[in-house]
């Protein structure tokens, strides 16, 4: 393990974006000194944050490398580390270790159908992957993005679903759990939006991130409609620490998510032992 990982890098504050009443978009400059590669991801990787004094955190990156410059980070406050990083402004520096963990299997989604599945701040690390796909249109087959929330308000990212919804053979499909003024659009829950499309594995990918009984039931459903498990891909992250196999949180057997994830094929879950 390359000593650096473990040393923070500092990074400047461009810009902070409401994404709902308890998250913000922070968009990040990492400085990096003269002559040194530049901050590369892939979809799917995260990163520490850390802000001097408090303590850091792994967060999803959740902008797309095919739109070099800042680097994206959806931040929900949760706890002491992200209370602190939603105190700081644009202007202000924190610290950045990454970026960690693998990302999504873009060259086994190539020539693919997709399936996008996500629940609430879920979609902040497949925003990335959806619109690395976009970005990369002609690369791929038919996209769905079924998205949902308890609620409209917390809806993420909703800027983007005009843009995604006009995109060439892509449709977005959004539902919030209960009804609310004002929302005219689907009320249910996203397992059962999945269920009612009917949507075919032949030749397509599910990609799917969100609250843990979401993908509980999203992953029996892809599994009874015929998908394989290579064909289904999960990202699990909630008991990620230090993000480099070292504190022994994230432990799953003989894995680490945080170095052999956060992005994994349900065929990878199948293999590991169910208390995780």
Not at 2 to 29: C, H, K, N, W, Y
Not at 122 to 151: H, K, M, Q, T
Not at 208 to 215: L, R, S, T, V, Y
Not at 226 to 254: A, F, H, Q
């Amino acid at each position: 393990m390359p000593s650096g990982l473990m040393t923070p890098e500092p990074a400047v504050i461009r810009a902070v974006r409401e994404v709902t009443p308890d998250t913000l978009l922070f968009q990040v400059d990492v400085e990096r000194p003269a002559g040194a590669a530049p901050f590369d991801y892939l979809p799917g990787q995260f990163a520490e944050l850390s802000v001097l004094g408090v303590g850091e955190c792994p967060i999803s990156i959740t902008s797309t490398p095919t739109r070099p410059g800042l680097v994206e980070f959806a931040v929900r406050e949760a706890g002491d580390v992200t209370r602190a990083l939603h105190d700081l402004v644009a202007g202000d520096r924190l610290g950045l270790r990454g970026p960690l963990g693998n990302g999504f299997p873009l060259p086994a989604l190539e020539g693919r159908s997709i399936l996008f599945i996500a629940g609430g701040i879920g979609l902040a690390p497949l925003r990335g992957l959806i619109n690395f796909v976009l970005d990369r249109r002609e690369r791929f087959g038919a996209v769905d993005i079924v998205y949902g929330a308890r609620s409209p308000e917390l809806l993420c990212f909703d800027w983007e679903f005009e843009t995604w919804a006009a995109a060439p053979d892509t449709a977005l499909h959004l539902t919030v759990d209960a009804a609310a003024p004002g929302w005219d659009g689907e009320v249910g829950f996203v397992p059962a939006m999945v269920r009612r499309l009917g949507l075919e594995p032949a030749d397509r990918v599910a990609v799917a991130c969100g609250p843990p009984i979401m993908i509980k039931y999203v992953l029996d459903d892809l599994a009874a409609a015929g998908y394989g498990s290579d064909d289904v891909i999960t990202t699990l992250e909630l008991k990620m620490k230090c993000g480099v196999g070292k504190c022994g949180r994230c432990n799953i057997g003989p894995r680490y998510v945080c170095l052999d994830g956060p992005v994994f094929t349900l065929s990878q879950l199948e293999r590991l032992p169910r208390e995780y």
